[in-house]
């Protein structure tokens, strides 16, 4: 199994991204997906999740509200779009098949003026 995240970069405070994570296993639909991110300074922390079928979502209170979390099935990905960014929201973002070890090589986020 491996995961791809694409998407990152740096950004304006208020400003948007949207992270992308492929998928290349044919049985991405039996994973529940999750985002999660890091920084130095702290543990990495689950940011969203989202069912095996995509219609129950979960979110930290960091992030509820401004991130949104999706899956398209058919092509074995998972995405984050990012609306109204601050600057803790600054981390690695890594993409995750919840509770296994599949991650992927994470992408810097980095929101700043």
């Known amino acids: 199994v491996q995961l791809a995240e694409s998407g990152g970069g740096a950004v304006q405070p208020g400003g948007s991204l949207r992270l992308s994570c492929a998928a290349s296993?044919?049985?991405?639909?039996?994973?529940?997906m999750s985002w999660w991110r890091q920084t130095p300074e702290k543990a990495r922390e689950l940011v969203a999740v989202?069912?095996?079928?995509?219609?129950?979502?979960e979110y930290s209170d960091d992030v509820k509200g401004r991130f949104t979390i999706s899956r398209d099935n058919n092509n074995n990905t998972v995405t984050l779009i990012m609306n109204n960014l601050n600057p803790d929201d600054t981390a690695v973002y890594y993409c995750?098949?919840?509770?296994?070890?599949?991650w992927g090589q994470g992408t810097q986020v980095t929101v700043s003026s």
């Open positions: 995750n098949a919840l509770r296994t070890d599949y």
């Open positions: 296993v044919f049985t991405f639909s039996k994973f529940p």
């Open positions: 989202i069912s095996r079928g995509g219609d129950d979502t």
